[in-house]
Each structure stands twice: as C-alpha cells, then as structure tokens.
C-alpha cells in the first residue's frame, strides 16, 4: 500500500501524463497553483476530496493504483474515530457504561487531523465568502454600468428627436 510519501510522485507522473500544467490540474481540482506544488513536492498531501477527484481523472494504471491506496490510508485516518473500548452488556440486557472508558475515546492524533482539517475547511468558507462579496460587489457595478448607459441612450434619443427637421409643408403657418 502506497504511503503519503509517495503521493508527490504519483499526483506528478499522473498530471504529466495527462498533459496537464499544474495550474491547470489545481482548476480541475478547486485547488490553487501552490497547493498543487506543494503535494509533488511532498510538503502535503491532498486531503480525501482532492484524492477522489483525481482518481476519476486518472487513467488505469499503476498510478490509479497507487491512488487507490492513497485513499484507503486516508479513509482509515478518517474513520478512526471509532470506540476504542466495546461497550459490556450486562446480565439484564443493557450496556454498562462503566466500562466504556472516555466520553470521547479518540486519540489526540486522530483529533489533530481533525483539527486540522477544520481549519482548512473554515479558510475555505472565508475565501469562498470573500468571493461571494468581490462577485457581488462586480455585480452591483455592472448593474450600476447599465443603469447609467440606459439613461444615456433615453437622453441621446430625446435630442435625436428634437433635432428633426420637419419639411415646409409641416409646419403651420400663420395666419394674420
């Protein structure tokens, strides 16, 4: 089974492979250019999401394999979440809490990963909202834009009509 060590290499062989700049590969996965540099360079690794993705996008092969197993390791840092003690069930049928240990029966590290997954989940939302805002903000000035050049094109036909000219046999003449 592949470790996280090995994930540079293979997001690297399977983005060559697939004609893919980095840039272009961070697109596909909502990722950004650094992020993409950072997972073949080993710094990081993609989190379960991004992993997926790729799957998907990589062809059968040894490096689909090796995603395979990528995932597998990540999927079991996230469900080790699981009761460490197995609850006692007692002659009468129900389960003796006494023995079932912490409220909360996961270990720190399981509970880092978590964290740390929180956390890159909260930046997400900012820099989703911070989006939304600069979206609406670019709305809002286009519609702005458009309101101004409607106005424009009202003024520009009312002059259009004062400056016709009506010929001789139009225009009233007086009569003394």
Do not use: Y
Request: hydrophobic fraction near 40%.
């Amino acid at each position: 089974m592949a470790t996280f060590g090995t994930a540079a290499p293979v997001i690297r062989r399977m983005r060559q492979r697939l004609g893919l700049s980095q840039e272009a590969l961070a697109r596909l996965l909502s990722a950004t250019k650094g992020a993409v540099q950072h997972w073949e360079r080993g710094r990081n690794s993609p989190d379960l999401a991004r992993l997926l993705a790729l799957r998907h996008l990589c062809p059968p092969g040894r490096e689909q394999m090796q995603l395979d197993g990528l995932i597998g390791q990540a999927q079991l840092r996230v469900t080790t979440l699981a009761v460490t003690a197995p609850l006692r069930v007692t002659r009468a049928g129900r389960n003796d809490s006494r023995h079932v240990g912490a409220p909360f029966p996961w270990s720190q590290g399981d509970l880092s990963v978590l964290r740390r997954e929180n956390e890159r989940l909260r930046k997400d939302v900012r820099r989703l909202g911070t989006l939304v805002q600069k979206r609406n903000e670019q709305l809002r000035i286009l519609q702005d834009l458009a309101e101004e050049l409607q106005r424009e094109l009202v003024s520009l036909r009312v002059q259009q009509s004062e400056k016709v000219v009506l010929p001789p046999s139009f225009v009233p003449s007086t009569l003394d």
